[in-house]
């Protein structure tokens, strides 16, 4: 039997099914909406991170939690169309996660998913050691089984990132834990209980060696042993932001992988995220190297 194929950056936690739902607003109270399109692809952070990777030449693999079910037999085709290894993952009786997106047309969601509680990969599903990767990619969802690989990423010298989207148990657990920690403005808002973004930041001192936070249509700001740093964002017209902090993660962590000064990285990792809320739904707007490429010229 061969040897599993060492990639570029193996990623960790959340694969889901997003049903998305373009509408006029979201729904209000006992609302009936009639939606204006509909599709259907995969989602969740660390799987639209691994796609991200695949489209910008890089090679990852996924690891987490597919049920024995419809969903998961089409999110593993879905990582075989795009190129992604996912022979490591986790499945089991308990349904595939599914998230119902609806989209206004300023581009804003708002999402209600369902997850079982026992959706949930085995502390022993994958390690470092039998699936080498240049970096690791986590994104809280499945914490045992990521706290496991960031403590072996470390003994190993493999850098490891958290995408903090939330503060739930996995990023409480996790976020000073990682080489680096990327957050959005709402975990860092949370965490801090402030809503500038370079205090927020500042609250963060001493989680990692890198931390930076994703600010939406601001940019991103972000810290290291120099002092504090700002990536302003590129300015488009959003006709759906899901999954455009995904493609932020996925594309910064491919930069860490083929060894990109930080400053090219965030600029990089920005431009992947602008290019993603470009198109309705997360899946099927994750942008190619070639777009962004153009883009950071």
């Not at 990582?79 to 022979?87: C, L, M, S, T």
């Not at 970096?135 to 850098?159: F, K, N, W």
């Not at 080489?179 to 801090?192: E, P, V």
């Amino acid at each position: 039997m061969s040897s599993p194929t060492p990639v570029d950056v193996l990623c960790v936690g959340y694969a889901c099914v997003d049903i998305n739902f373009n509408a006029a607003h979201h729904p209000t109270a006992d609302e009936k909406l009639r939606a204006t399109n509909m599709h259907t692809c995969g989602g969740g952070p660390a799987a639209n991170a691994a796609v991200t990777i695949a489209r910008l030449g890089g090679s990852a693999r996924f690891s987490g939690y597919l049920g024995n079910d419809a969903f998961g037999d089409a999110h593993l085709r879905e990582f075989a169309n795009h190129g992604v290894h996912a022979d490591a993952l986790h499945r089991g009786d308990a349904p595939t996660p599914v998230a119902a997106v609806t989209i206004k047309p300023n581009g804003e969601r708002s999402i209600i998913d369902y997850r079982a509680p026992s959706a949930i990969a085995a502390e022993d599903t994958i390690s470092l050691a039998k699936f080498p990767a240049k970096v690791l990619l986590i994104d809280g969802h499945q914490p045992l089984l990521s706290l496991t690989l960031v403590e072996e990423a470390r003994a190993l010298g493999i850098p490891s990132i958290l995408d903090a989207g939330s503060i739930n148990d996995g990023t409480q657990l996790l976020y000073n834990k990682v080489d680096y920690l990327i957050t959005s403005a709402k975990f860092a808002k949370h965490y801090s209980g402030e809503d500038d973004p370079r205090t927020a930041l500042a609250a963060l001192d001493g989680a990692a060696p890198l931390i930076a936070c994703t600010w939406g249509a601001d940019g991103v700001y972000w810290q290291d042993k120099y002092g504090q740093h700002h990536t302003p964002a590129f300015d488009i017209e959003a006709v759906d932001t899901t999954g455009a902090g995904d493609a932020f993660h996925g594309a910064f962590a491919l930069g860490i992988a083929e060894g990109l000064k930080t400053k090219q990285n965030m600029r990089r990792a920005c431009a992947s995220g602008a290019l993603t809320c470009l198109k309705a739904g997360a899946r099927s707007s994750l942008p190619t190297r070639k777009a962004v490429d153009a883009l950071c010229q």
